[in-house]
């Protein structure tokens, strides 16, 4: 996924830069005019320290007044551009957030895992998605560029409700014939929607770290990536011990 972003728009830089030299050259000028009417060392040198602590000043403030005003994100649907207000900031970190701690982006082990809470989740996702909007609370859309809930509701309706569409009805049919107690690793289709299910995350991927990106979470990539950390993984047998405070019996001696 190709991303992009822009500081500054060119006539604000354009302004930024005359300001800045204008500045520049004042200081210059008074330096040049008080060297000549003086002609003393001293002064030279003073003048001199001071024209430098300008200019360093001078940068530094060009670099830090830079600020982002748009950014590009190359999604699977197209090319979005978003102007990175702090509401679009704040709305794309709760749903990268939201989507980077569920299945739809964590890997489910290819035997582990409930499949049943697995749908619940991505069905849980979607009313999270939605609520913002249908609540009233989600600022309205921006003047120009996209929206964030507009790359949200691409993920739900592109993505997510053809998955649960498919396959809750699929897994639900199923459980209830089989009764309370359905073992899952029974369901004879239980092998495809696990391939759908990563499907789907690999789709998903790309629209999360642009979330990220919006953000401005540093390298929301790494949030996504498969831990290496598994349940038992790596763990040490311990050594049979003897329980604290029991004696040693003595083994009997045989009857000679």
Known sequence: MARSVRLWGPGVRTAARAVFAGLVGAVVGIAAYSIARTGGQTLSIVVGGLVGIA???GA???RQSAQLTE???TLPVG??????????RQAAQRLFFQ?????????LSDEGGNLRAALASLKNL???YREPVESGNAPPPPATGDSVYA?????????LAPFLETWHPKLDTWAAAQGEHADETAWPENAAFRADLKELQDRLRPYVIGLGDLAG??????????PDWRPGAGRASLPHQQETGSATRPQARPNL
């Not at 090319?79 to 679009?88: L, S």
């Not at 989507?99 to 890997?107: I, N």
């Open 71 to 73: 950014v590009k994100l």
């Open 79 to 88: 090319e979005m551009t978003f102007a990175p207000t702090a509401d679009a």
């Open 99 to 107: 989507a980077a701690t569920r299945v739809a982006t964590r890997p």
């Open 126 to 128: 979607v009313d999270l």
């Open 151 to 159: 790359l949200a509701l691409t993920v739900v309706n592109h993505n």
């Open 55 to 57: 200019l360093v000043l």
């Open 217 to 226: 979470i540093r390298d929301p990539e790494q949030y996504l990536r498969r």
């Open 60 to 62: 530094e403030f060009y």
